[in-house]
């Protein structure tokens, strides 16, 4: 996904909800354009074990948007009961929990589980 800081003032792009706040001030945002998940998504948190047995990590963003950091924020405490120590985009040797975003999202992990982090905001909130 492009993200706000890579457009110049007269490039046009369909961004993660969370860069748009960042244009404000040089582009013009169009709401009506809009992609929406609400029961699956491409964010998904990954863990080595069953994400109610960690209580507490460092979250590593591995090539994910602003959006799935917010994504992550809003769910991970809230849905899953994990509380986040940091939110680090460097390699995190010390997290037990992964976020990542598009195709990596789908495929299901060599070891350890996956979740959708869309899916547990849908449940949670009832909102895509």
């Given at each position: 996904a492009p993200r706000a800081a890579d457009l110049g003032p007269e490039d046009a792009?369909?961004?993660p909800s969370a860069?748009?706040?960042l244009?404000?001030?040089t582009h013009v945002v169009v709401p009506d354009v809009a992609i929406v998940a609400s029961g699956?998504?491409?964010i998904a948190m990954r863990t080595p074990v069953r994400p109610d047995e960690v209580e507490q990590s460092d979250v590593?963003?591995?090539r994910a948007s602003a959006t799935a950091e917010t994504l992550a924020r809003a769910t991970l405490e809230p849905f899953y009961g994990i509380r986040p120590r940091a939110f680090l985009t460097d390699?995190?040797?010390d997290a037990q929990v992964v976020v990542v975003e598009g195709a990596e999202a789908l495929?299901?992990?060599e070891a350890?589980?996956?979740?959708?982090?869309?899916?547990?905001?849908?449940i949670l909130t009832g909102q895509p």
């Open positions: 792009a369909l961004l860069e748009v706040a244009l404000r001030a699956v998504g491409t590593r963003l591995y390699d995190a040797p495929v299901a992990p350890g589980f996956s979740e959708d982090l869309v899916r547990a905001w849908f």
